[in-house]
């Protein structure tokens, strides 16, 4: 079964400060999704990406999945307060993700200091 | 914005009783699921429907069941709420498409759970 593995656990990074978060697949992704949750709450859809070398930005976050479609990075840009959270990547049921739906890392506590 | 609700937000309750959490979306999708989150762990699919009369079983086995007799509505029910039933619960939905290879899933803000 899709087995996703992320990286680092958390991450207490400086505000204004750069930061990147892997995830790695052990099957190969045909699709790869970055969510973010608050504690506590739902998640929120971020970037879906698809082909191996895709690289998408939504305001200061990018994401990319490697040619080879077997891992994902999401990086962040001058982090703000607001980034602060746990991040997700979750693969369909296409790359092997089990019954249905999606298949999520253990995802990546991200803190923020002032 | 996700149009997707869950309630209670929090709910907590003795052993022994029974608890429905709903779950509705006002998108029209025909698939819904049911996600359960431990603390700092992973969410993990327990049940799942392609559209009405529809109810599947995830990946992680559960002693709690689910409905689908509207489209915008799948209620989580556990007859005899445990301890072992702690947890957050999240519901969520996506259009519904038999030859796609992906879907994007629209989640709810989640029921905390907590059984005494």
């Known amino acids: 079964s899709q087995e996703l593995e992320q990286s680092p656990q958390s991450l207490i990074v400086q505000e204004g400060k750069n930061l990147t978060i892997n995830c790695t697949s052990s099957?190969?992704?045909?699709?790869l999704y970055w969510y973010k949750q608050k504690y506590g709450e739902g998640l929120i859809f971020l970037m879906m990406?698809?082909?191996?070398?895709e690289e998408k930005s939504h305001e200061k976050i990018t994401a990319k999945l490697d040619e080879k479609k077997q891992q994902s990075s999401l990086h962040i840009t001058a982090s703000q307060p607001s980034h602060a959270g746990i991040y997700l990547c979750?693969?369909?049921?296409?790359?092997?993700?089990?019954?249905?739906?999606?298949?999520f890392g253990k995802g990546t506590h991200l803190i923020i200091q002032p | 914005e996700a149009d997707i609700y869950q309630t209670p937000r929090y709910l907590v309750i003795g052993t022994g009783k029974k608890i429905t959490l709903e779950c509705s979306q006002t998108?029209?999708?025909?698939?819904m699921y049911w996600y359960q989150q431990d603390p700092g762990m992973e969410l993990h699919l327990i049940h799942y429907s392609y559209g009405v009369n529809s109810t599947e079983k995830g990946d992680l086995s559960s002693e709690s069941t689910v409905s689908r007799i509207r489209t915008e509505h799948f209620p989580l029910t556990l007859e005899s709420a445990r301890p072992s039933h702690t947890s957050q619960y999240l519901c969520?939905?996506?259009?519904?498409?038999?030859?796609?290879?992906?879907?994007?899933?629209?989640f709810g803000s989640g029921t905390q759970l907590s059984v005494l």
């Open positions: 969520a939905s996506s259009e519904f498409s038999r030859d796609a290879t992906n879907e994007k899933l629209f």
């Open positions: 990406l698809q082909k191996g070398g």
């Open positions: 099957k190969t992704l045909y699709g």
């Open positions: 998108m029209g999708h025909d698939k």
């Open positions: 979750g693969a369909g049921p296409y790359s092997g993700g089990g019954a249905d739906g999606l298949t």
